[in-house]
Every structure is written in structure tokens, then in C-alpha cells.
């Protein structure tokens, strides 16, 4: 089968948040459902809530609930918190295995299973990479080539030693460390979605960009995700029309640094050692966040060809991609649920 991609030029860079939601035009007394919301700072990012109930208690308890768990996973999941999973698995690197929570079992699992379907484009193991570019600290810099190809030589996803039974994760080299950065969030969201009662009507939980939909708005309308200009926050690309699902966005422009006029970012290509330069924003479309999360890191790192195949052979999948010289695509899926705006 042939498939047909729109292409549409545009100038703007992306990032991704939910419009403001159209106050609800159904009033109907003592069962109300009313919107609550709450904005909490956690995961290197701004972390929204948007929830329905009629109850604003029920709300504000469930919410509060919310945060609680996603802000453990968190503490679990960091690479930098002393005493984290990842700090204690990347810490005995080369000397033991170490027992941790099912939680980063399965999400390491997940990252392996990214890494087997890209072929090692996505790769738990690149921390030694993002460690010599010094992403995540206040002196990011180009680094030597030399200290590259020794941090290239640590990163390799496939020696990661995982004992199902006893709950363990070794890593074989010292050295070699995880970093999950690229797909924990969204699972996180995932968990704090899960975590919401079933009395609430409708869920919206928006972290940096990562976002997951769960039932409907009272007033009965489909969600729109607008696809935006981070720089200018007048200004949008796109918009997704959706029922409900995950929407996550990768981008070159939130997490960078310039030296002499060349911008580097953090998303990084594990056989070059350097950030990956073909896109330059990609949104991807999934039932489940981390799914969408996972992938939208993928996507920045294989490119638009090959971005592009990949997407198009997983059910439930779709993506928008944006190249270095402002060019949009999308997936045929995505036809009728998503609106291109140009100016
Ligand atoms: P953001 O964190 O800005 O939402 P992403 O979801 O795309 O962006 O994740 C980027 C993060 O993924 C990086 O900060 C880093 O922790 C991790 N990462 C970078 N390169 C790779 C890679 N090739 N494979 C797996 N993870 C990566
Ligand atoms: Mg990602």
C-alpha cells in the first residue's frame, strides 16, 4: 500500500498544550460535573492536572493523590537522586546487581524493548553520552573526541542484565550507566492517570508536553491539543482533535545550549555520540503515554524516512514531524483529526 503524506511548510517551533477548554454549556443542577485544576512543579517540568467531578473535595483529595504517586515514581526513576533505583543500579555498574522496585523493572523492560525496535536508536544505556555533553548540568559543552568515544564504547543497551526473580538489574561494565529520561515521564503519567477514581468523569494531565486524556468533557466535546510555538505562545502549528489517548512531543528547543552559533540539544544519536540534527520537533499520537513518549524520542533520533516507516508498521500509532528547515509531515492516521495551521 502506498501511503500519502501532506506536506505543509511552517516556521515555528513546538511544543505542546492543551487549549483553553471551552467552559461547559450544559447546566444541569445538583450533579454538576466542574472542572478542577492544579499545577504542581516536578519532573523538570510544569505539571498539569485538569479534572472533572462534581465535587470540588473529591477533586482536589484525588488530585493530591495523583501527584503523590507520580512524585514517588519520580524519586524511583531520577538518574540524579541520590538513592533512586537508577543512582544505585548505575553506582554498582561493573561490581553487583542490584534489587529494585517492579516499577523499574518494567519501565527498563519497556526501554529495552524501544531499544530492540530502533535497532539501539533509543538506548537506556546513553547516559555516559549525555554525561560528557554535561546535559542535566549548569556547564553543558561540547565535549572532546575522545572523551565521546569512550563514553560511546559504554553505551550498549544489550548488555543489560535483568533477574526477573530476584527483582535485579546489573549492569556488566563499569562505567555503564541508565538513564531513562526518554520514556519514564510518560509512564509516570500513565500511573498518576491510573491512580484517578473512577467517579471522575474526565482526567487531563499535561507534564511538559506529555500528555494523557482519559473520558469525556461534560459538555461532550473531543479534546484539542494544540501543537505550539514554545517561543511564541500566540502562535501554533497544529491541532489534534481527539476522544481520548496520549499525545507526547520531543523538540530540540526546550532543552539546549549554544556555543559559536550552533545549538545543541539532548537528544542524543547513540552511534554518532552527538544530538541528533534531522528534526527538529516530533509529536507522536498512542493509546498509552509512554508509548507515545518512548517513541517521540525514537522518532527525533531515526530521522523522517525512517521515523516515518517505523510509525507507520505499529497499530495505534501516528506522529507529526517537523524537519530542520520547518518542513511538517503526518501520518495518515492522522487525516480529518488534526488541523495544520499556517500563516
Ligand atoms: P523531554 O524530556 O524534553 O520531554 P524526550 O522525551 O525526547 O524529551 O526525552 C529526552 C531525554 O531522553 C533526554 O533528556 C535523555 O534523558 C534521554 N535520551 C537522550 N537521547 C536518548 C537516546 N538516544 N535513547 C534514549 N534516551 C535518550
Ligand atoms: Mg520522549
Not at 533477574?163 to 563499569?174: C, H, N, R, T, Y
Not at 482533535?241 to 523538540?251: F, H, K, L, N, R
Request: proline share 4%; glycine share 8%.
Amino acid at each position: 500500500m502506498k501511503i500519502k503524506y501532506r506536506v505543509v511548510t511552517v516556521y515555528v517551533l513546538v511544543a505542546a498544550l492543551m487549549l483553553p477548554a471551552l467552559t461547559s454549556l450544559m447546566g444541569c443542577a445538583a450533579q454538576e460535573e466542574k472542572k478542577h485544576t492544579r499545577t504542581v512543579f516536578f519532573m523538570d517540568t510544569q505539571v498539569d492536572i485538569t479534572y472533572y467531578h462534581p465535587s470540588a473535595q473529591v477533586a482536589q483529595t484525588d488530585i493530591a493523590e495523583m501527584f503523590a504517586e507520580m512524585q514517588r515514581l519520580e524519586k524511583i526513576l531520577s538518574r540524579e537522586a541520590t538513592g533512586s533505583d537508577l543512582h544505585r543500579i548505575n553506582e554498582a555498574a561493573g561490581r553487583e546487581a542490584v534489587e529494585v522496585n517492579p516499577e523499574t523493572i518494567f519501565v527498563l523492560r519497556s526501554a529495552l524493548e524501544f531499544a530492540e525496535l530502533s535497532d539501539g536508536a533509543f538506548d537506556p544505556t546513553v547516559a555516559p553520552l549525555l554525561e560528557v555533553w554535561g546535559f542535566g548540568g549548569d556547564f553543558p559543552a561540547v565535549p572532546a573526541q575522545e572523551e565521546l568515544a569512550r563514553a560511546r564504547e559504554l553505551v550498549n543497551y544489550r548488555l543489560v542484565e535483568i533477574d526477573e526473580e530476584k527483582g535485579s538489574v546489573f549492569l556488566p561494565v563499569p562505567g555503564m550507566r541508565l538513564d531513562l529520561g526518554g520514556i519514564a515521564k510518560g509512564y509516570i503519567v500513565d500511573r498518576g492517570q491510573e491512580s484517578a477514581q473512577e467517579s471522575t468523569s474526565a482526567v487531563f494531565i499535561n507534564a511538559g508536553g506529555d500528555i494523557s486524556i482519559k473520558g469525556r468533557k461534560p459538555s461532550g466535546e473531543d479534546w484539542r491539543v494544540a501543537v505550539q510555538d514554545p517561543d511564541n505562545p500566540d502562535r501554533f502549528l497544529a491541532i489534534i482533535t481527539m476522544e481520548e489517548g496520549s499525545v507526547a512531543t520531543s523538540g530540540d528547543y526546550q532543552r539546549f545550549f549554544e556555543e559559536e552559533g550552533q545549538r545543541y540539544h539532548h537528544i542524543i544519536n547513540p552511534f554518532t555520540g552527538m544530538p541528533a540534527y534531522e528534526l527538529s520537533s516530533v509529536t507522536v499520537v498512542a493509546t498509552d503515554t509512554m508509548t507515545a513518549d518512548a517513541l517521540s524520542t525514537v522518532i527525533f533520533v531515526l530521522g523522517v524516512e525512517k521515523g516515518l516507516a517505523l510509525v507507520e508498521s505499529l497499530p495505534g500509532v501516528d506522529a507529526i514531524l517537523m524537519d530542520n528547515s520547518g518542513e511538517l509531515v503526518y501520518t495518515n492516521g492522522l487525516e480529518g483529526q488534526v488541523e495544520i495551521m499556517t500563516d
